[in-house]
């Protein structure tokens, strides 16, 4: 989906990553398809077999090749790249080449079809190549003003849907998981998004397997409702996890109710630890010591969270084993959950941004188990 930013974003990027590869000794950058590419220049291209690359070399101007039908689409960004297109009957790879030459170490874009990379290395002779993830990850990782605003857009969006789900105004008893998934897909759309990523509705003893696909069961009264779901507006994805249930819930299951108490302090704690400095894995066990302190701790069966961004999962990870302090600019999930096989299963989602003042929720719906 194309989403542009003022050029002014884009220089940006351009000269952070200019100073990345100067880091590096990497004398030019291509990206094709995938996320590196719309990051640097707002443009996203198709994954056809017509080749489309951004060659930054070190000392020149960046130039965005695109087939010569293609070009149309492109935004041209002043300043930034310079447009060149290819007509069919010219060979991309020696254009690339050309706008490379000379560079004895290339970042090459992690998803750039490996058969034009394999084009490209007798037109390079003597290059050696790198991940172009090892010169852009670790700005992508860190969200600038525009996108954190791109984020927490895309957070209002589903925070809407929430609401609904929540004031009882999505119907749940007597539909399918299906039929009330499409509905939060429809949902998605019209509050903005651009593409649909996930719309998972899991009710009953379906909610416990945290990766559900909606199925063909009629939701029932007297039952907890998991809903997760996201999508991409304006480049950026949302995603976000509430429950529900469809009765009165210390009447029919005071245990879920007791369950959902601790998974809400759990979250919460999580979140309030998702300070600056703190490794990332210290969030995790935030969350993680509250469900077990409980003694739910078997039924957590996985990370508490993963980065977000222009992909739905991406640095960094909320896990046990990533000892990377946050930073001002890392945004993630905070999504911890109680599974118990056959019975139920639980979950409590929100996108959380580290900055200076804190840690800042970009969904605010309501964290109470919502009883319809
Ligand atoms: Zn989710
Ligand atoms: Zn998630
Ligand atoms: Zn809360």
Request: with cysteine; proline share 5%.
């Amino acid at each position: 989906m194309a989403h542009t930013f003022d050029s002014s974003v884009y220089l940006e990027r351009l000269a952070h990553v200019r100073t990345a590869m100067a880091d590096q000794d990497v004398d030019a950058l291509i990206v094709s398809v995938g996320h590196d590419l719309p990051y640097l220049t707002g443009y996203q291209a198709m994954p056809l077999e017509r080749l489309t690359a951004l060659v930054v070399p070190a000392d020149g101007d960046a130039t965005l090749l695109v087939p010569g039908l293609e070009a149309a689409r492109v935004v041209e960004q002043p300043g930034v790249f310079t447009l060149l297109s290819w007509a069919e009957t010219e060979d991309p790879t020696a254009i690339v080449a050309r706008l490379a030459q000379g560079a004895k170490r290339v970042a090459v874009g992690d998803q750039m079809w490996a058969r034009f990379l394999v084009e490209l290395f007798p037109q390079l002779p003597g290059a050696q190549y790198t991940r172009a993830t090892d010169v852009v990850g670790g700005l992508r990782v860190v969200k600038d003003a525009a996108e954190v605003d791109a984020l927490a857009a895309a957070g209002a969006a589903v925070d809407r849907i929430a609401g609904e789900l929540q004031r009882g105004e999505i119907p749940l008893v007597g539909r399918t998981e299906a039929d009330v998934s499409a509905h939060l897909g429809q949902r998605i759309i019209e509050e903005g998004h651009d593409v649909v990523n996930f719309a998972i509705v899991a009710s009953g003893p379906n909610a416990a397997s945290p990766h559900h696909h909606a199925s063909d069961r009629v939701i029932g009264p007297d039952e907890i409702v998991l809903c997760d779901f996201g999508g991409t507006m304006a480049g950026y994805c949302s995603d976000t996890t509430r429950c529900v249930f469809t009765g009165d819930i210390d009447l029919a299951a005071p245990d879920i109710a007791e369950a959902y108490a601790v998974l809400h302090a759990a979250q919460q704690s999580a979140v309030e630890a998702a300070t600056i400095g703190t490794p990332c894995e210290d969030i995790d066990r935030a969350a993680r010591s509250v469900i077990a302190d409980a003694g739910y701790g078997e039924y957590f069966i996985h990370r508490t969270g993963h980065g977000i961004g222009m992909e739905e999962h991406e640095d960094p990870y909320i896990v046990e084993g990533n000892d990377t302090p946050l930073a001002p600019g890392h945004a993630f999930s905070v999504e911890p959950g109680i599974y118990v096989a056959g019975k139920w299963g639980m979950r409590l989602e929100d996108i959380v941004v580290a900055t200076d003042a804190g840690p800042r929720r970009l969904n605010t719906s309501d964290h109470a188990l919502a009883c319809i």
